[in-house]
């Protein structure tokens, strides 16, 4: 349930516009906003929302699990939740690679 939430944590940051931790190499400041104003990593804010939503998830999934038994095991349900986990991975993949957004901001005269 973790590793699902995190995978759609971190697509749906990448397909929305969503405000998220920056962090600016070049300035050594963390911003939350939506868009960054200069050089800018989003990738450290992303897997930390991401990291914080799987937590949530794992844990509210371990504390069901004590009340809630399964009457059988269903090994159907077991292969499509992994095919499903799969195809999520899959989606996130090419979602990062196909919108890379890429930063018009020039380098400073020390980097260039």
């Known amino acids: ?25 070049l300035l050594h400041m963390w911003r939350f906003e939506s868009a960054p ?19 949530v998830a794992t844990l509210g999934t371990l504390k069901l699990s004590r009340y809630v038994r399964p009457r059988h095991e269903n090994r159907w349900f077991i292969a499509v939740a992994i095919l499903t986990l799969a195809l999520f991975v ?10 890379i957004h890429r930063s018009h901001v020039a380098l400073p005269e020390s980097l260039s």
């Open 90 to 99: 899959i989606a996130m993949i090419i979602t990062t690679t196909t919108t």
């Open 37 to 55: 104003i200069d050089l800018a990593m989003a990738w450290y804010g992303r897997t930390f929302t991401s990291f914080l939503g799987a937590s």
């Open 1 to 25: 349930m973790g590793v699902g939430v995190f995978v759609i944590a971190y697509t749906m940051q990448i397909i929305y516009v969503l405000p998220t931790l920056w962090y600016y190499p």
